[in-house]
Structures are given as structure tokens and as C-alpha cells.
């Protein structure tokens, strides 16, 4: 009884470790589950990370939703604080979209590679250990993508990611719309985290960024006695100028850079920095084995980005070793080395898989590896793959439709090659039966990219931001170069560029206030104006946006009905102009840049019911009353009329006496009234101009 004792008290401790998750218990909030299993190391001879598979599986009882979350090896179980290399802590990071109970079991096998190839026998200790926990709604407000109406954002076969909202299962939140930096790529070569080697002198401090630091909102993000201000600084800078991305090499051994990667050193610092190429990869590291320490720190950044509202790009290879793995085959160091992304950072609510940069990844490869993500990945985040110039037919084409689980594409091009190329891509997927969501995410030159501030501003505006928006392209990136101080690789300082992502702020608001409603069925129609330089961006019939470069009058072909236009400043942003109609003239307020907004302002006719009969609100524009008619039939099918603001605000809930609707007490501006009635729910724009 003696030797059984202490077994005994072992495995009821771990099953005791994982009946209380950690976390905050809401919707689309990080929670963990921590387990107790074999005490072990980094560098153990049975290879924690390959010959162990820890998954569990997540069910909500009242919707019977089901998903399989891979977990991973943690050493110690606070890894970011100890830095510790060993222990017997193995944890599983989820988000969850629904509230209600969720009931979890866990999955622990052993065996020789067990981690990708699944089968083994059962290790024991939490293997078939099961709880339950309660997910309650969503605290959080604003930017912060765990707020109520955000939640994830997800792949739904648009052009466009979509906001979870709601409900998870079937989408409802807002069109996601991104734009943000693109360099450096080597983010993460950041002297705070754990073992990241200085090769080139090219370790960061981000010194720059620790004025943006702000310890009231990030301090519970640091790691032993307030390391990381200074990228948690970063990515508060970032979000305050109201962009909302940024992106990173996981791997960048072999490349550019040379000093970011997951896997564990196998040699020490001073021994790696001395190494070429390719004594890096096989003799500078564990191709199967990972750092625990570092990769908990990256995480405490990774969950701040998350609170700030920040997409992830994760780039995961580049060119120069994108076909180091596995003799440039899809095989056991791939598997490995992308389960442990997918484990430790798939449960963050805005990223892609960026399959390599400048691919030169084969065909095969390619598909075997997005196929593989898409598999092991609970959450449907986007799989990208970026290329070279000029090289996108000739990577992306074998890609296209039901060919792969590629889900977008990440478009290198020259500035003024930007619009044609993204609208190409949006056009390709389409016309093969899968819509991928196709971003703008480095521009050339190679040596200047986008320029520093104010070098280029206009240039940048028009054919990189613009260009990509009104192509029907999902955002930008901006790429910074090599030779224009703050470089792709030096960079340390995002203020460089601070205008253009003002600029950039500018754009997303007019996306996200103007356009959420129609985001999913417009498309590019550049030849409805006489100026070849325009861009128009439409579902028609009912809006039509032109970005005028040089401003001035252009002609425009718009369909039969009365049409109005507000001019919208991208170098201010700020409210819309007053309301003037139009009919075939179109003249910007001078001959600067200028987007117009042009809406159709004819009476309703909106169809409720089989027979066709119909609807109407009119007048619109209004100066406060709108009326409401229809038949008597119709009339008595709506239920309720409610009328919200660009932001989503419900502002008035009427449940009778539906013949008026009084918009008075509201400022000027576009507002959705919408009619919920036993046919369905219809929403009309209505321009107020008291």
C-alpha cells in the first residue's frame, strides 16, 4: 500500500488540476485546462512533443456542437514566468463561440510519433479525464475581439472574413477589413523572449515602443518583473491608430533574419550566431523538439493582440526556408512543427496560416500542408500563401477551388500593379467555386516597399490602400523595404509610417460604417466612370462607391432611379458631405483624392411577400418622417420596424403604429430601418438630411 499511496494521490491530483479551467469563463475568451502527466523535459529521450497526443474534445449540450482541440506539452505550468525547460504540466488553450455548458473529455496516447500519426495505447493520467463548465456572455466592449457582437474571425466562403457575432455556427457579426504592417518580419526577434539569438546584431529591443506602454492595460501581459513592455507596446500603438494588424515570421532560421523560430537551441547562443545557413537548421536546433518558455511569451503578446483588436498574419516559412523541412517534402518535421502552431495559438480570434512567404514550396507540398492545417485546426482560421511578383498564376492556379484547403492569397506586387492584381485573384477564386479572401501584403520596390513617412503618401493612398479596398480585396499590409532606414529586417519604430496608417484608419472607418451591409455582394466595376484612373466599387443597383485619384468631374453610368452622392475625405476621414443628387456628372469638392458614396434615394420597393406586393418608405431622403405603406395584407405581417445607426445601435424598436417613423431626434446621416415581418427581415438605407 505504501508504493500505491502516492500513485494514487498523483492521478487524482491530475484529474483534480483539470476540473476547474482557467480563464475568464466567457464567450470567445482564452480558457485552459491544465493536466497533470508524466514529469519530463524538453530534451527527454521519449520526445514529449512527437510520442505524446494529448486532444480534447469540447461539446455544448444545447446545440450538441462538437470540436477536438489539440493540446501540447507546457514543462512547468507557468512557462513564460519560470522559463523552466521540464515538468509534468500539459495544457490545452480554447475559445469558445456559445454560452451554456460545455462538457469536455481528454484524449492522452503514447506512442513512436503518436502526435501525427495518431493511434498509441493510452499514457495514463488524463486520459478519459472528463468536466464540465459554464460559458457566459462576453464582458468586454469595443475592439477588443472577445466583445459580444465580434467573437471569431472566420472563413465563410467570401471574399471577406466574417465576425462569428452570435452564433458560431452560422455567422452573423461584421465584414472583417484589415490594414497593418507588414514588417518587420523578424517582430519576434525580441531580446525579452527566451532564447532568441542576436545573428547580424539584429535582435530587437523595441525601445521605441516603450512610450506606448501602457501599464494599466498590458501589465498582466509581462513575464519575469515587466519583460515585454516594450512589443505589448507595439501592438498598443498599433491599435490606437486604429489599424488593426500585424504580422511576423514564426520561422525565420535559414532566412533573412535568422533569429526567430520555436524550435529549442540545441547548442548555445554564441555557437548558433557563429553558424551558416544550413548548420542552423541541422545542427543549431531540434527539428522535433520546441522551446516551452518562449513560445508561453509569445503567447502573453499574442492575447494582448487579441484584447487590442489586432489580426495575427503568421507567416510561417519564407522563401529562403520554406523547403528546408522534411527534404522539402511534406513529412514528420512539418507535421510537428504546424501542430504546435495550430495548439498553442489556433484558439486567437483574427489570424492566417500564411503557408510560406515568397513560396517555393511545390505543389504538392502546398496543398499536403494547408490540408493538413485545415484538418487539425478547430476554428476554420484563414490559409494563405504568398508569392513572389509575377508568380501567382504560376503558384496559385494548381491551388484554386476544391484543388486545396487554401482559403485566400497574400499578394506581393508593384504599388501600381496593386489593383489590377487583387481584383484578378478575387475574380480567379470566384469564377473556380471557392471566393478567397485576397489581401494586398507587401508592395515593391523590394528595396523601398512602402517608403517612410512623408515619402509617398499619396502614391500609397491611391494605388496600395485604395487600390486594394476598391478591387475587392480584404486589406493591406504595408512591407517596409531594405534601404529606407526602418527596413523590413532593423525596423523598431512603426512611427515611421505613421501617416500612412493614419491614412489607413481613414479607409477602414469608411468600410466598416458605410459599407457592413453590402460588403458581401459588391464587386469591382471600374468602367462606370470615363476616367480610367477611378476605382468604383458596387452592389449594384444599390450603392456605388468611386475613389476619384486627381478628383474633378468625371461622367458616371448609374441605372434608371434617383441617385445622391456624399463625398468622403480619405486624407481626414471625419463625417460625410451634405447630400447632393446626381444623375450622369460626377465632380469631386477639388482636385485632390476623394471617395464618393453614392446611394439610391428612389422609394422603396421591397418585396415581402410571393405575390409581389410591396413596401414602401418613403420620402428618402427624409428630414425626419418617413412614411410606410402597403396593403392591408402586407401591412399586417409586420411585427416590428427598428432603426438602427452605421454602427449596429438600435435606436428606436417600434411594435406598433408602423404608418410613421420618426428619425427627428437623430443627427444627420445614413440609418438602416428594418422591417421584421412573417415573410422575413428587410432593412432599407435611409439617408436623414433635416
Known amino acids: 500500500m505504501r508504493t500505491l499511496l502516492p500513485i494514487y494521490f498523483f492521478v487524482f491530483s491530475a484529474l483534480l488540476c483539470a476540473q476547474t479551467p482557467s480563464g475568464d469563463l466567457q464567450r470567445w475568451h482564452k480558457v485552459t485546462l491544465s493536466f497533470i502527466g508524466p514529469n519530463t523535459s524538453e530534451t527527454a529521450t521519449v520526445n514529449p512533443f512527437s510520442d505524446y497526443r494529448l486532444d480534447v474534445t469540447f461539446t455544448h449540450s444545447a446545440t450538441n456542437t462538437i470540436m477536438v482541440v489539440p493540446g501540447f506539452y507546457s514543462g512547468c505550468n507557468d512557462a513564460a514566468e519560470a522559463s523552466c525547460d521540464s515538468g509534468a504540466t500539459w495544457k490545452t488553450h480554447f475559445s469558445l463561440g456559445l454560452t451554456g455548458t460545455w462538457s469536455w473529455t481528454a484524449a492522452f496516447t503514447t506512442g513512436t510519433d503518436v502526435a501525427i500519426d495518431g493511434g498509441g495505447v493510452s499514457s495514463g493520467f488524463m486520459d478519459g479525464a472528463s468536466g464540465s463548465f459554464q460559458i457566459s456572455e462576453s ?11 465580434k467573437g471569431k474571425a472566420v472563413y465563410v466562403g467570401e471574399h471577406y472574413l466574417q465576425y462569428s457575432g452570435t452564433n458560431p455556427n452560422a455567422p452573423n457579426g461584421d465584414w472583417f477589413v484589415k490594414a497593418g504592417a507588414d514588417a518587420p518580419e523578424n517582430t519576434l526577434a525580441y531580446e525579452d523572449f527566451d532564447n532568441t539569438p542576436n545573428r547580424g546584431n539584429r535582435r530587437k529591443s523595441w525601445n521605441p515602443h516603450q512610450q506606448d506602454y501602457n501599464a494599466n492595460d498590458a501589465s498582466d501581459y509581462t513575464w519575469n518583473g515587466g519583460k515585454g513592455s516594450e512589443l505589448l507596446g507595439v501592438i498598443n500603438y498599433l491599435s490606437g491608430k486604429g489599424i488593426n494588424a500585424f504580422s511576423f515570421l514564426t520561422l525565420s532560421l535559414h532566412g533573412d533574419d535568422e533569429n526567430v523560430f520555436p524550435h529549442l537551441l540545441k547548442v548555445n547562443e554564441s555557437v548558433y550566431n557563429g553558424y551558416n545557413d544550413a548548420q542552423q537548421w541541422n545542427q543549431g536546433v531540434y527539428k522535433d523538439r520546441f522551446d516551452v518558455s518562449k513560445l508561453a511569451q509569445w503567447e502573453r503578446i499574442f492575447e494582448y493582440a487579441d484584447k487590442k483588436g489586432m489580426f495575427m498574419h503568421f507567416k510561417t516559412l519564407e522563401t529562403e526556408n520554406d523547403n528546408i523541412m522534411d527534404n522539402n517534402t511534406f513529412g514528420r518535421e512539418r507535421k510537428l512543427y504546424y501542430r504546435e502552431l495550430i495548439a498553442r495559438f489556433g484558439h486567437h480570434l483574427a489570424l492566417n496560416w500564411n503557408l510560406s512567404e515568397e513560396s517555393t514550396l511545390t505543389d504538392a507540398v502546398a496543398i499536403a500542408t494547408a490540408n493538413y492545417i485545415d484538418a487539425l485546426d478547430p476554428y476554420d482560421n484563414l490559409i494563405v500563401m504568398h508569392t513572389y511578383p509575377n508568380q501567382q498564376g504560376q503558384r496559385y492556379n494548381a491551388l484554386l477551388g476544391n484543388s486545396s484547403a487554401l482559403t485566400g492569397a497574400s499578394i506581393q506586387i508593384g504599388k501600381n500593379q496593386v489593383h489590377d492584381m487583387v481584383k484578378t485573384w478575387v475574380a480567379n477564386s470566384n469564377a473556380a ?103 468604383v466599387y458596387s452592389k449594384p443597383n444599390e450603392v456605388y462607391v468611386v475613389y476619384r485619384a486627381e478628383g474633378g468631374t468625371t461622367t458616371i453610368t448609374l441605372p434608371s432611379g434617383d441617385w445622391a452622392v456624399q463625398w468622403y475625405n480619405p486624407r481626414s476621414g471625419g463625417p460625410l458631405s451634405a447630400l447632393e443628387v446626381i444623375t450622369t456628372s460626377l465632380t469631386a469638392p477639388d482636385t485632390d483624392d476623394w471617395v464618393a458614396l453614392i446611394t439610391n434615394t428612389e422609394t422603396l420597393s421591397t418585396e415581402l411577400t410571393e405575390n409581389d406586393s410591396k413596401i414602401y418608405l418613403y420620402p428618402n431622403p427624409t428630414n425626419g418622417i418617413v412614411n410606410l405603406k402597403g396593403s392591408v395584407n402586407v401591412m399586417s405581417q409586420i411585427n416590428t420596424v427598428k432603426v438602427y445607426n452605421v454602427n449596429g445601435i438600435a435606436l428606436l424598436n417600434k411594435t406598433n403604429q408602423f404608418e410613421q417613423i420618426d428619425l427627428s431626434p437623430f443627427a444627420s446621416g445614413l440609418y438602416y430601418v428594418a422591417i421584421e415581418s412573417n415573410s422575413g427581415v428587410f432593412v432599407k438605407v435611409m439617408i436623414l438630411n433635416p
Open 139 to 149: 464582458d468586454k466592449t469595443g475592439r477588443d475581439h472577445r466583445s459580444a457582437n
Open 433 to 535: 467555386g471557392k471566393k478567397w479572401v485576397v489581401a494586398n501584403d507587401e508592395q515593391g520596390s523590394a528595396n523601398i516597399g512602402v517608403d517612410a513617412d512623408p515619402n509617398d503618401n499619396k502614391l500609397v493612398r491611391h494605388r496600395v490602400l485604395w487600390g486594394t479596398l476598391m478591387a475587392g480585396g480584404a486589406g493591406v499590409e504595408y512591407y517596409y523595404g531594405y534601404q529606407t532606414g526602418e527596413t523590413d529586417l532593423t525596423a523598431q519604430d512603426h512611427r515611421s509610417r505613421d501617416e500612412k496608417y493614419t491614412d489607413a484608419s481613414y479607409a477602414l472607418d469608411f468600410f466598416d460604417t458605410y459599407l457592413q451591409p453590402y460588403l458581401e455582394d459588391m464587386v469591382s466595376m471600374d468602367a462606370l466612370t470615363n476616367d480610367t484612373s477611378d476605382y
